[in-house]
């Protein structure tokens, strides 16, 4: 079955390092990749997407790059914030299958 | 704000007990998703409902049912409830439901069994 593997947590920086998390997952089909992050007390919200090998998502400085080859999704950011302090969730959905399947979410912890 | 709407916000209720949580999706979409939040278990999908059918069902225990209603909001009930379904509940709803559908997600109903 399709399964999402993310590093374990917590990651903690130092504002303005730079920031990955590491994404590997296993599908059967040619699954559409995603990254949702939750803030402290909040659902999880949409952070970037991509629906097929090499396109890149992009959104608030974070971007990822869908690579079918390592069968890889890593989340990067050059200079990280106090901000975005949060648990970054990997997460993919197959052609075959409407259920989506999360990694188990990386903490993320910035310091001033 | 994403649109979802869940109610109630938290809920302590006693083992034995059935409670249902409520969902409201984003005005125009179809399709709603049920997550179990868990330390021990992460995220995990329950069931999801398109269009007042059911189309997908995940780790759902037998305890548990939902359904979605003509208006399209959706209702989960959880019965005969054990200290171990202690855990945050969260909705999601898309507007179609293909693979590359973004989920917006309610900010959770918090369920303490006692």
């Given at each position: 079955g399709d399964s999402v593997t993310q590093m374990e947590g917590p990651v903690t920086l130092s504002e303005e390092a730079f920031l990955t998390i590491n994404c590997t997952y296993t599908a059967t089909g040619y699954p559409s990749l995603f990254w949702y992050v939750q803030y402290p007390g909040e659902g999880l919200q949409l952070l970037l997407k991509a629906t097929k090998a090499d396109d890149k998502g992009s959104n608030k400085g974070f971007e990822a790059t869908y690579r079918k080859e390592t069968t890889s999704f890593h989340l990067e950011k050059g200079s990280v914030q106090v901000s975005d302090s949060a648990v970054y969730f990997c997460a993919l959905s197959d052609r075959g299958s409407y259920i989506p399947t999360f990694g188990r979410g990386t903490s993320l912890i910035v310091h001033p | 704000d994403s649109g979802v709407t869940q109610t109630p916000k938290h809920l302590i209720t006693a083992t034995g007990q059935r409670v249902t949580l409520r969902c409201s999706p984003r005005s125009g979409d179809l399709s709603v998703y049920w997550y179990q939040q868990s330390l021990d278990q992460g995220l995990q999908f329950l069931i999801q409902y398109y269009n007042g059918e059911e189309r997908a069902k995940g780790n759902?225990?037998?305890r548990f049912s939902a359904q979605q209603f003509p208006d399209l909001h959706s209702e989960l009930n959880l019965s005969s409830l054990e200290l171990g379904d202690s855990a945050l509940y969260f909705c999601a709803s898309s507007?179609?439901?293909?693979?590359g559908e973004t989920q917006y997600f309610g900010p959770g109903t918090r369920l303490l069994v006692l």
């Open positions: - | 759902i225990l037998e507007v179609q439901q293909g693979a």
